[in-house]
């Protein structure tokens, strides 16, 4: 089982933490990892765009010109795709973009994730994450403490916290989780986690 320092919002080491093999030793998967986060993007996607065919656009298919004789180029109809306000070639169209990613595979992703992340040392442990009012001047000084600077990075507490939440969000790259909404894109996306203790043991208990 690894052990990690513990650090508290000064940056200060405070003690260890035994993590759990279970999520925290598992082998690096980068074809599921992929797999699962290119199946997370799709799936936000909405699939709404939508431009019209040249048999859908307003107007009629008469022909503008006679074939021969007037010096121009030849043309069948003004709904072409080269005349303004005619139709698109290969228009996009609503469609579903979602994929289905079984729950086991979700899982075992999330699980190398965060033991590729543990690994390369870029997960830090916290003792506590709170703040007596929700003002970003005092979240800007945890940050300072462990010398963030402007790497992409995400916090991840226990439960919902709207002082931290208001705290964090006018931060440039800088987000705030909860252990409940951590997943495998979060991981991968952020070059650094700070993550509480308390944080830590029920995302443990949640990939038993």
Not at 39 to 46: E, K, M, V
Not at 79 to 105: H, L, T, V
Not at 167 to 180: C, H
Request: aromatic fraction near 8%; hydrophobic fraction near 35%.
């Amino acid at each position: 089982m690894p052990k990690v320092k513990v650090y508290n919002m000064k940056g200060e080491a405070v003690g260890q933490m035994t993590l759990s093999d279970d999520v925290f030793g598992c082998e690096y998967n980068e074809p599921l990892i992929h797999q699962v986060i290119v199946a997370y993007n799709n799936n936000q996607r909405q699939g709404t765009k939508s431009a019209l065919l040249r048999s859908e656009v307003r107007g009629h298919a008469k022909k503008p010109w006679r074939q021969k004789g007037t010096g121009r180029a030849r043309q069948g109809s003004t709904k072409s795709a080269q005349w303004k306000g005619g139709g698109i070639i290969f228009a996009p169209k609503p469609r579903d973009f979602s994929e289905k990613i079984n729950k086991k595979m979700k899982t075992m992703a999330f699980k190398s994730a965060m033991s590729a992340k543990l690994a390369e040392k870029e997960v830090v442990i916290l003792d506590e994450l709170t703040l007596t009012s929700p003002k970003t001047k005092l979240f800007k000084e945890v940050m300072d403490n462990f010398k963030v600077g402007h790497k992409n990075v995400l916090f991840v507490v226990k439960d919902k916290d709207e002082s931290l939440m208001r705290a964090s969000n006018n931060i440039e790259n800088v987000d705030l989780t909860y252990a409940d909404l951590l997943n495998t894109y979060d991981v991968v996306s952020n070059t650094k986690l700070y993550v509480t203790k308390d944080a830590i043991k029920k995302i443990e208990e949640a990939y038993k």
